[in-house]
């Protein structure tokens, strides 16, 4: 005797060893046996045998039409031979009773399952439903056959472009979308990325790079809602200065000016002038928002997208020719001793007479020309010229901050390797720069004296002709700013502090290695500057914790000891918190992105002008027995094979690899040694900044060609999907 019985959800056959009233031991033509339960056995038989039923049945529950079968079916609840009495004959045979088993058990939007081999037909409304969704469902897998079926020819459907970004970063994995590039990466053997290329869904490496950043950081877009601009209160008192700014030319939004009164008298007045956005621009309103949304302006060579709209910076940026807001540091001075003796803090309406422009005055202002009043230079501008005397202060002003903060520090600042500016220029006129990423304090006081680009309406398109131009860090106008510019930062930092006035503070508790500045509430010291505490105070129209600290300071100027109970963030606020937590995030993207576009430039630069060798310095060891060298004359960094033991500051020639676009990596090979590895004088410069070692490396994607149902997939398919930065 032979019985077919349920296990599991699964129907097996075999011979019925032994029988009890509850249950029935049964072995299967594998040799197993099984202790099978009375209810579960659904059909007892003698011939044919167990495996030749399984297959007739089979057989014949591939014959039956679902759709007659659910005509035919009683409205009750009924078993699987009642149904095939009446779909075949009275006399259905056992082939025919299992066959109408394995039909009603595999069609579940026809037949209810009510028990073991008891089923109940679906009402019609559900029916159609479902009959429906299985049309729907079949009607996507062939979409999704179609569409891999495209990608493998080459061809990238419309649906799949529009999706990119979404298919690779941020996907759902059920969209058909998605499912298509998993299939046809896994029938061509390609990593997706490569896939999608072939197919012409990346036709652009600079859109790649541009839309994938808009699209984890901009999705909305980066327009601005229109929102009227707050006008500064009209009461403020004008500052009886004459304030000059020092930027780059393609700055606008220009945050902060200088001023100097009393020379020759032996007590000079530093004035320290930052735009006061603060004043008219209240927390939580829609203005606030949007700041605190974007938490910071992003910078790329070509480009910006600013923090604030337009309409505000235009108001308070501190342009020649008007007397603007602003917070004003006044910092009292021994002429002689160049000691800082009184500050002051005034809220006021400051004129500025002249933006000097850096890139221009460079070549004129050099430390002999601050030095000796007697070095003239030709074509100097009168503006420049009537400045001399205060910037020749400013200058050893300067030094001597720097000095001290060098003590405190326990050694010098490095200036041993350049800024890089960028320029791109195609059929209209070049589009500006970027700000550059400096290093130690360079890095803390950029927002002062900054390479900023003008905001283009126009974006590159990554078929500009790149320029890219070296400015030496330290030169006397960045020095200028970047002290005064700490000065402001740091008092302010204090001034906080003293007042029990919560703020957002930059520090490091030491400058050993690994020690990584870090962004708090409490006013702790910041090593790398060399000062008691630092909080960044003098970009708010280009950084949003900047903006949070001038309302701070507002509220200590206007409010002096009582400005802890007036401040519009109190001791301990979470809000604090919850702004460090956002802006260190962004900012770090931002930074990323910029430092990445820097590289793509650099790497077009490289194309455009024919370079296949760089003579470069090695810094540190790279993966896979490389160094990681530095070129001398670009903003790159890339890894070198074929040399061993080579010590930090050895100079290399190199001969470039092929460039990817897309993961932004290029590799070098040695050809010569360039230094006399005897004598350390010829080494190039090596310092400890960690800038921009790791731009290149995996782009991490989230497609993953080993989903569900990837034991199909080819081997080594999931593979290349760590492709680039």
Request: proline fraction near 6%; aromatic fraction near 8%; charge should be negative.
């Amino acid at each position: 005797m032979h019985a077919l019985f349920e296990e599991s959800g699964k129907f097996l056959a075999g011979r019925i060893l032994s029988e009890a009233d509850t249950s029935a031991q049964i072995e299967l033509d594998s040799g197993k046996r099984v202790k099978v339960k009375a209810a579960h056995i659904l059909l007892k038989f003698d011939k044919p045998a167990p495996a030749e039923l399984m297959a007739q049945a089979q057989a014949v529950a591939q014959t039956i039409e679902l759709e007659l079968a659910w005509e035919f079916a009683s409205e009750e609840e009924f078993g699987f031979a009642d149904l095939a009495r009446d779909y075949f004959s009275d006399n259905a045979t056992l082939a025919q009773q299992a066959g109408a088993l394995f039909a009603l058990y595999e069609a579940p939007h026809y037949f209810r399952r009510a028990g073991k081999g008891r089923f109940k037909k679906a009402p019609a409304e559900i029916l159609q439903q479902a009959l429906a969704a299985i049309e729907k469902k079949k009607a996507v897998l062939q979409q999704i056959a179609d569409w891999a079926q495209q990608l493998g020819q080459g061809q990238c459907p419309a649906p799949i472009r529009d999706q990119l970004y979404k298919i690779l970063f941020r996907p759902d994995k059920n969209a058909p979308e998605y499912k298509a590039v998993v299939e046809a990466s896994r029938a061509t053997h390609l990593a997706p990325l490569h896939l999608l290329q072939q197919a012409g869904a990346i036709d652009s490496s600079y859109q790649f790079h541009w839309q994938r950043f808009l699209f984890d950081n901009f999705p909305k877009g980066t327009g601005f809602p229109a929102l009227q601009a707050p006008q500064p209160p009209a009461d403020l008192p004008l500052a009886n200065v004459q304030a000059y700014s020092i930027d780059d030319s393609q700055t606008t939004e220009i945050d902060d000016a200088l001023s100097v009164q009393g020379l020759g008298t032996g007590t000079v007045t530093l004035g320290i002038h930052i735009a006061a956005p603060g004043l008219a621009i209240v927390p939580g309103t829609p203005l606030d928002q949007l700041g605190r949304n974007r938490l910071s302006t992003v910078y790329m060579p070509g480009y910006k997208i600013t923090m604030l709209p337009d309409e505000v910076v235009q108001i308070y940026t501190l342009d020649a020719g008007r007397a603007n807001p602003a917070v004003s540091l006044y910092v009292t001075i021994d002429e002689a001793t160049l000691a800082i003796t009184a500050t002051e803090t005034r809220l006021e309406r400051v004129p500025v007479s002249v933006n000097l422009r850096h890139d221009q005055l460079d070549h004129i202002v050099t430390e002999a020309w601050l030095a000796d009043p007697s070095i003239q230079t030709e074509n100097t501008p009168q503006d420049l010229l009537d400045l001399r005397e205060q910037l020749s202060f400013l200058h050893r002003l300067a030094q001597s901050l720097k000095a001290q903060r060098e003590v405190v520090r326990g050694k010098p600042e490095n200036f041993n390797r350049p800024d890089y500016n960028f320029r791109l220029s195609a059929a209209r006129p070049p589009e500006g720069a970027n700000a550059p990423l400096g290093g130690s304090a360079a890095n803390e006081v950029a927002s002062v004296g900054a390479n900023t680009p003008r905001n283009h309406k126009a974006e590159p398109n990554g078929t500009e002709t790149v320029q890219i131009t070296t400015r030496q860090r330290g030169a006397p106008l960045d020095l200028i700013v970047a002290e005064a510019a700490i000065v402001a930062n740091s008092t302010w930092g204090n001034w906080m502090a003293e007042l029990g006035v919560p703020g957002i503070y930059r520090s490091q508790a030491s400058m050993a290695p690994g020690v990584k500045v870090r962004m708090g509430t409490k006013a702790l010291p910041h090593a790398g500057i060399g000062v008691k505490s630092y909080a960044w105070a003098t970009s708010p129209l280009r950084r949003y914790v900047d903006l949070v600290n001038q309302w701070q300071i507002i509220a200590c100027a206007r409010h002096g000891k009582t400005a802890a109970l007036a401040a519009p963030f109190k001791p301990k606020d979470a809000e604090l918190f919850s702004i460090i937590s956002s802006f260190d995030a962004a900012y770090s993207a931002y930074n990323g992105y910029q430092a990445g576009m820097e590289r793509f430039w650099t790497l077009q630069y490289l194309a455009q002008n024919g370079i296949t060798e760089l003579e470069a310095t090695v810094f540190k060891e790279g993966p896979g027995g490389s160094f990681l060298v530095r070129a001398d004359t670009l903003p790159l960094v890339f890894p070198v094979l074929g040399a061993q033991n080579l010590p930090r500051g050895a100079r290399l020639r190199v001969k470039l690899g092929e460039v990817d676009d897309i993961t932004l990596d290029l590799h070098g090979t040695l050809i010569e040694r360039l230094d006399d590895p005897q004598d350390a004088s010829d080494d190039g410069p090596v310092d400890d900044a960690e800038d921009d070692e790791a731009v290149a490396g995996p782009i991490a994607i989230a497609v993953d060609v080993s989903d569900a149902g990837a034991e199909n997939a080819a081997p080594g398919a999931a593979s290349a999907d760590n492709l680039a930065p």
